[in-house]
């Protein structure tokens, strides 16, 4: 086995974890609790384990979370009522809408009622926008942990050809836009592509974020390319479940200079930007309502 061409994402989203929480801690001494709000809607089992998981991830670094669980049958406008609370409250910095939702509800409109300052999923079309501008907004955690992983491998990532398999709005568009802003040449692939291996095999850089099981393989890969698998996939493997990602490992392993495993890569990144987002927007919030006083009290005097 080649440990040496393994992209430790376990390790990396441990590194990341130990910043936020000194960066906590330093909240802490301000008086300043972080804490972040989890809506759940409907009881699908993945979307149970990942919201567990986030929440103990909050507890280890000092985040304060609150979990909010509505029935299936929820309507949109329950929900924005939720979300109503959620953004007037001055204890809560940061609110993770967890999807997919129940097909009835109307997803893009209770994505765009959370404030953009508490959007630490980065998915309000101000920070889409933001991002698209290469602003310094909250941005997308499953990228932001990619990102970070590339840069660890690669170090300089500027004039690199990525390829990235997959448009949605929580993956690969704001992949496409995060390896823009650092300077790599980029192509989007997906479904409607014509001849996405070929395109694929001239890429020094692959994020694959499609929901195939181990759709690209050896075929798809130039030699020496470094590979970003973002899939989860939940197959049956001689009658027992398990995680596999959008790449075949074994056969992409021997052709290329690193990759990420699944479980154990992007995954546990994903959660780790999570939580930085939530500090990140604890900050930007309080600065928001320092200045606000100061002005106040500016006009008052
Ligand atoms: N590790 C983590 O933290 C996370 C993992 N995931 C996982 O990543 C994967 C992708 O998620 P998500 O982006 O939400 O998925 P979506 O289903 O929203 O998007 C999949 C994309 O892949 C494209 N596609 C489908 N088939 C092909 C094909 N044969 N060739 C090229 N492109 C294709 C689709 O094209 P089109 O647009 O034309 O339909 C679409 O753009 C999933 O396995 C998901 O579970 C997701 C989020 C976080
Ligand atoms: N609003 C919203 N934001 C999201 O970021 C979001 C979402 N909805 N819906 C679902 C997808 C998926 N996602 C994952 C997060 C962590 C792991 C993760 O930690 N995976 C572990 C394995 C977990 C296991 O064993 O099941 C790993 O890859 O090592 C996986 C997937 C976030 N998503």
Known sequence: MSAHKLIDGKAAAARVLLQVREDVARLHGQAIQPALAVILVGSDPASQVYVRNKILRAEEVGIRSVEHRLPSDTSTEQLLILIGQLNADPAIHGILLQLPLPAQMDELRALEAIAPDKDVDG???????GLSQGRAVLTPCTPSGCLYLLEQTCGDLRGKHAVVIGRSNIVGKPMAALLLKADCSVTV???????AQA?????????????????????????????IDVGINRIDDDGRSRLVGDVDFDSALPHVAAITPVPGGVGPMTIAFLMKNTVAAALAQHHALRSQSEAVCHSIY
């Open 123 to 129: 998915f309000h079309s101000q920070n889409v926008g």
């Open 189 to 195: 692939l997906h479904s409607r592509s014509h001849d």
């Open 199 to 227: 395109l694929c095999r001239q890429a020094d850089i692959v994020i694959a974020a499609v929901g195939r099981a181990r759709l690209i393989d050896a075929s798809w890969l130039k030699p020496g390319a470094v590979v």
